[in-house]
Each structure stands twice: as C-alpha cells, then as structure tokens.
C-alpha cells in the first residue's frame, strides 16, 4: 500500500525554509504545499485561500472548535494553524506534504502523526550573533522588533536536538543546503511509498 510522508520544514525566521522549499518544488511539483490559516492581515500581493485563508480571530475560534485544524499555535499577536483538509487526503493518497510551521505546531504533529509518516528538517541558520547581522544588513529594525526576533529564534533552537535531519544554511552554504535538501526529498519520494 502506498504510504504518504509529512515532512515539516523548521528553523528561525531568515533560515532559508522557504527558498528551499521553492527549490524543492519547482524540481519535484508533484509535492503537495498546504495552505495554513492565519489571522494576521494579508501583506501587499497576499492572496486569500492561496497564501494562506485568511480569518477573523472569531472565525478562527469558531473553526478551532470545531476541530478544523490538525494543529494551532499563537505567534506574536496572531494565532495559525493547519488545517486538516489540507494534509489528512493527501497523506492518505500516499503523497509527499512538506509543511513549513513554527515549533509550539510541530511540537503537536510530533505526537498526532505515527513516527513513520513523520520526517521534521531543522535548517540550521548559525548564531543569534549571525542572524541579527543578517536581519539589521537588510532593512532597518527597531529594538522592539529585533527582541522579538530574538525570543522567536531562541524557541526555534530548542528543538534542534529533536529534530530527524539537520541542513547547514549558515552563510555562504546555500547551494549545498539547496541540494542537501533536494537529495532528501528525491530520496523519499523514491523510497518511502511502498509498504
Ligand atoms: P508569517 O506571518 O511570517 O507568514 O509566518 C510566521 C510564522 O508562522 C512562520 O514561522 C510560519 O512557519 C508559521 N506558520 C505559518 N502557518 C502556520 C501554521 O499553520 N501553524 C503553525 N504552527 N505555524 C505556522
């Protein structure tokens, strides 16, 4: 029987999560992407039910208790959460999903989905010191925001040791975590169906 695989993609803010995730799509398209939930408003170019849907923080609640989602977690001011359409089918057709959250989720997948089905991929982006170079090098950033950054990457780095797979994106390591991380899900997807 074919079996799905849930590989869930973590690491800090500015790790590189989602340019490996790009990459590994456009070689492997038969991967499936789920859309998640949130209840921060839509950045400029955002669209409603393709970059995320988009909720009311009521509309949110109302869905989590109805037991929408497979997993919810609160980040800054605003909650996210995965819904179970957007994961449960595909995993039952046997397919790849690769899920990009935040660890208070993962922590929650780790014990709602069988050992087996799950693969979590830690991108390893260096220090603090590292990263709050990189983060002030782009744009400007006030105290405020950077300390927030700061409390998010340390909850992010407490779940390396648990982690199945880590990938080096440190500066200067992009091209070989890019091929690291399509290795790994070739390998899957050529490996993991058959049972
Ligand atoms: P952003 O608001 O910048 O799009 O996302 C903020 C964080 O929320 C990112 O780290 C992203 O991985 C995480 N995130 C997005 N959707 C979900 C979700 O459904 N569940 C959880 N737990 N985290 C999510």
Redesign the pocket.
Known sequence: MKRGKLVII?GP?GSG?GTLERYALSLHPELVIPV???T?APRPGEIDTKD?YFFSHEEFDKKMSEGFFL???T?GQ?K???PKHEVVPCLEEGKLVLL???V???RQLQKLIPKDDLLIVYIEAGSWEDMEQRVRSRAPITEEELAKRRHRYEDEVTFKPEADVMIDNRDGHLETAKKEFADLIESILKTSYIS
């Open positions: 973590m803010t999560k998640t939930a949130t921060r995320y997993e919810t977690a980040y605003n996210y959460g995965t990009e959250i935040e208070q989720g993962v």
